[in-house]
C-alpha cells in the first residue's frame, strides 16, 4: 500500500500527469483517505502557481538606473583610458 | 515588445553607441532592456536575470565595435545575453550537484514517521490564489531569495518549465539533462518552494 511518504516522493510526477495509470490510481485512493497529503499536494499546487505569477512582470526604473550608472561607469573608464593611449 | 526603433534610426543609434555617446547607450538601455531581461529569464531567476543584463550593456560597450549589423541590434543582444546564461549554467552545473538517487528534500523527509506516515503534516492550508499571495511584497522578496539560493540546474529547471512552460523535452537538451533527472530536478525545486512559503506563511520570516 502507498504510504504518505511514497505519495511524498512522486507528489510532482502526480501533478504533472507523469504517473502511469495504476500508480494514479493509488495516488488518489490514498488522497481521498489522508488529509494532509490532500494537503501537500495542494500545497505544492499552490507553490507551482506561486512560482508562475512570480516570474512575470517587466523590468522596472531601478533596473534601468543601475544600467545606466554601470555603462556611464565604464564609458568614463575606457574613455579616460582611450584619451591616455593618444 | 515592439521596438519604436526603424532601420534608419537604428543605424544611426549604432553609430552613436560605436562613439561611446551615453545619451545614445541610454536610449538603447531604455529600448532593449525589458527584452533582454526576459531572455534572460527564460534560464534564471529574477536576481541573476537582472545582473546578466546588467553585465551585457557593460560587455556592449566594447563589443559593438565588432558588430557589422549583419542581424538586427536587438537579435544581437538578444544573443548575447542568451550565450551569458548559458555559460553561467554550464559552470555552476559542475558546482552544485544534485543527489539524484534522492526524491525527497532531507528536511521533508524527516517529517515521516517509520511507518510512512506524516509526523509533521503540511501546516498551510492555501485558500488565496497565487496572485492574491504575492500581492504580499515581502513574500515575492521571500520567493526570489530562495529561487537565487537553489542549486542552479533545479532552478533552472523551475523557470524553464514552469514559468516560460517549456517542453520537458526542450528543458532536458538546453540544461543537457536525462528526463528521468529533470523530474528529480523539479521536484526537489517545488519542495523547497513548498517549505519556504510554509515558514513565510507561519511565522511571516523568509
Ligand atoms: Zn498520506
Known sequence: MLMCRDLAEIASDYIDGELNVQKNLSVKMHLMMCRDCRSFIGNLRASTELMKAHSSGNPDEELMRRIDERVAEALKSRNAHDSNNE | ?206
Request: hydrophobic share 35%; aromatic share 6%.
Open chain 2, 1 to 206: 515588445m515592439d521596438t519604436v526603433v526603424n532601420p534608419e534610426t537604428e543605424v544611426s543609434l549604432i553609430d552613436e553607441l560605436k562613439r561611446g555617446d551615453s545619451s545614445a547607450f541610454k536610449k538603447a538601455v531604455r529600448e532593449y532592456s525589458p527584452g533582454m531581461l526576459a531572455v534572460a529569464r527564460f534560464y534564471l531567476d529574477h536576481s541573476s536575470a537582472e545582473e546578466i543584463v546588467q553585465d551585457c550593456w557593460v560587455t556592449v560597450i566594447d563589443a559593438i565595435q565588432k558588430f557589422e549589423g549583419r542581424s538586427g541590434l536587438k537579435t544581437w543582444l538578444h544573443r548575447i545575453v542568451a550565450n551569458r546564461c548559458k555559460n553561467k549554467l554550464r559552470s555552476s552545473k559542475r558546482e552544485v550537484a544534485t543527489d539524484f538517487s534522492e526524491n525527497l528534500e532531507p528536511e521533508l523527509a524527516e517529517r515521516f514517521n517509520a511507518t510512512g506516515r506524516w509526523d509533521l503534516p503540511p501546516k498551510l492550508r492555501f485558500d488565496e490564489s497565487a496572485d492574491t499571495l504575492l500581492e504580499n511584497g515581502a513574500l515575492s522578496d521571500c520567493l526570489d531569495k530562495h529561487l537565487s539560493a537553489l542549486p542552479e540546474t533545479q532552478r533552472s529547471a523551475l523557470m524553464l518549465y514552469e514559468a516560460h512552460q517549456h517542453k520537458s523535452e526542450d528543458v532536458c537538451n538546453i540544461l543537457d539533462v536525462s528526463a528521468s533527472n529533470l523530474r528529480v530536478l523539479l521536484h526537489r525545486a517545488r519542495q523547497k518552494i513548498f517549505l519556504m512559503v510554509e515558514t513565510f506563511q507561519e511565522t511571516g520570516e523568509c
